[in-house]
């Protein structure tokens, strides 16, 4: 088993500091260190039958067993267990479509931090009620997330809450980092990790965790097809940002990419491709009729990429996040018809 505090010898020392050392392995080390008492270490488990369709061994990361049900109650709590007494005493504040939401709200309420959070108008019900229920104060604004965070950074502005940003904040990307870390340690075979963007917090926190522990780990970045804003920047295809985002996967259906993730995954991401929301329905589908897990729209873009690139992706151990599991049971029958489109 790798040592995960060691820099990799054939990193090469430019390298080390990745990101003028505001994001390193050595930081999502350190915040490991930090989370272990306190995020669950959630299974990594494997399907043969995933095997076998995509000819190499996937392990799936079940970070919808996570405290409140996702991978972001990691990036919030280190963010949060960063501030001071007074930053904790005059509350927090975030925009969030969902998963970030709850992950700030529970750490706020163990902090004693009062946390508002604002959210689109289109999230699922699900979602609200379970950060209403850990304590926080929920504002519904617009139908994207682009909307929800303008309106929270003017409020920002006038209360002097700590703002704490869902992925464009090095403490987050290195909370969300720790899920790669936590692998790598159950199995030290990964050569691939295949991740979804919304922001890029989660991608950029895994990259600087892989390849802190070895260069030559693979990440590839996955988003819909109907919200491509880092795509379109990475594979630098020309055109304005989308008026609007139209995916099933709320999670990452993010219209502007983020300004500290963004160059960090230029450099460390070696590729990102596109999938459809009716590629991400049937792997939505593909969980629950056969591994009997609820997988979120983010979470199972990955997986979709992996089912629509597997002669692409040269992979013998392949590592994918179950990012959430957080879905609105109303929404299966949509998640069916588009599913069922696909298979036409």
Same mark, same amino acid.
């Given at each position: 088993?790798?040592?995960?505090? !060691? ?12 990101i003028?050392?505001? #994001?390193?392995?050595e ?13 669950h270490?959630? %299974? #990594? ?11 190499? !061994?996937v ?26 007494d ?9 925009a969030?479509?969902?998963n970030?939401?709850?992950g ?19 999230t ?8 209403k229920?850990? =304590? ?13 965070f ?10 002097g ?10 403490d ?11 692998m ?9 990790f295949?991740?979804?963007? =919304? =922001?890029?917090?989660?991608?950029? =926190? ?5 390849k802190h ?11 819909a097809s ?7 920047l ?25 300004t ?5 995954? !230029? ?6 491709v ?11 589908l ?17 997986l979709?990429?992996?089912?629509s690139n ?22 299966? %029958? ?11």
């Amino acid at each position: 088993m790798k040592q995960l505090h !060691k820099i990799n010898d054939r990193v090469e020392p430019e390298e080390r500091g990745i990101i003028g050392d505001l #994001l390193t392995g050595e930081k999502v080390y350190q915040a490991l260190e930090r989370l272990t008492p306190i995020v669950h270490r959630t %299974p #990594l488990i494997t399907s043969e039958t995933t095997n076998r369709i995509v000819g190499k !061994k996937v392990y799936f990361k079940m970070e919808n067993q996570q405290k409140t049900g996702a991978f972001k109650f990691r990036g919030a709590t280190f963010k949060l267990m960063q501030l001071t007494d007074d930053q904790l005493k005059r509350g927090v504040i975030t925009a969030s479509a969902g998963n970030h939401a709850q992950g700030v709200a529970y750490a706020s309420t163990k902090l004693d931090a009062q946390a508002t959070i604002f959210m689109p108008e289109t999230t699922p019900y699900a979602k609200v009620e379970a950060t209403k229920n850990y =304590g926080a104060e929920v504002v519904l604004v617009g139908d994207s997330f682009q909307e929800a965070f303008e309106a929270s950074m003017e409020k920002q502005a006038q209360t002097g809450a700590t703002y704490v940003h869902p992925f464009d904040d090095y403490d987050v990307m290195a909370g969300q980092g720790t899920v790669a870390m936590e692998m790598l340690r159950q199995e030290d075979r990964i050569d691939t990790f295949i991740v979804p963007i =919304g =922001g890029g917090g989660l991608i950029s =926190g895994i990259a600087a965790a892989a390849k802190h522990v070895n260069r030559n780990i693979r990440v590839i970045g996955v988003q819909a097809s109907g919200a491509p804003a880092m795509y379109n920047l990475y594979h630098n295809i020309k055109g304005d940002l989308p008026l609007h985002v139209d995916t099933i996967a709320e999670g990452i259906a993010v219209k502007k990419p983020g300004t500290l993730t963004t160059p960090f995954i !230029k450099k460390y991401v070696d590729d990102i491709v596109t999938v459809t929301d009716e590629e991400i329905a049937t792997a939505i589908l593909y969980m629950l009729e056969r591994n009997k897990t609820l997988m979120e729209g983010a979470g199972a873009a990955a997986l979709a990429a992996l089912f629509s690139n597997s002669d692409k992706i040269k992979s013998r151990h392949c590592g994918i996040v179950v990012s959430g599991g957080n879905i609105d049971i109303s929404s299966i %029958p949509k998640i069916q018809r588009l599913a069922t489109n696909n298979k036409s």
